[in-house]
């Protein structure tokens, strides 16, 4: 069982986590946007994939994970958050983007 300094401290760089986060995020958006449709229902494409990364994300801290720490898997979904923020933004802005 970690103690608390293990819970809490970085056990990956943050540069390193924020690539990857955003590396994947712009990558599995970029896979479904050319594969098959690009709404189902009400939910858009980047809503399914925030959701699912988040879950993903978090889980590390969630359960515990050696080698995962709980501020990991919070800037991770940061990461993917904000990324889904920018590219709504872009969306809104320049329609043919999306």
């Known amino acids: 069982m970690p ?3 293990a819970i809490f401290s970085m056990s990956v760089p943050v540069l390193e986590i924020f690539v990857r986060g ?3 995020f712009l990558t599995l958006t970029a896979m479904l946007r050319l594969v098959g449709q690009r709404e ?3 939910l ?3 809503d ?3 959701v ?7 889980s590390a801290g969630l359960t515990g994970d050696r080698l995962s720490s709980i501020p ?5 979904v940061a990461t993917v958050l904000l990324w889904s ?7 809104y802005r320049w329609p043919e983007a999306a």
């Open 52 to 58: 699912v990364l988040v879950a993903e994300a978090a």
């Open 72 to 76: 990991d898997g919070l800037l991770l």
């Open 22 to 24: 955003t590396l994947t």
């Open 44 to 46: 858009g494409i980047t």
């Open 85 to 91: 923020v920018v590219i709504d933004a872009v969306a």
């Open 48 to 50: 399914v994939l925030l």
């Open 3 to 5: 103690g608390w300094d």
């Open 40 to 42: 189902s229902g009400g």
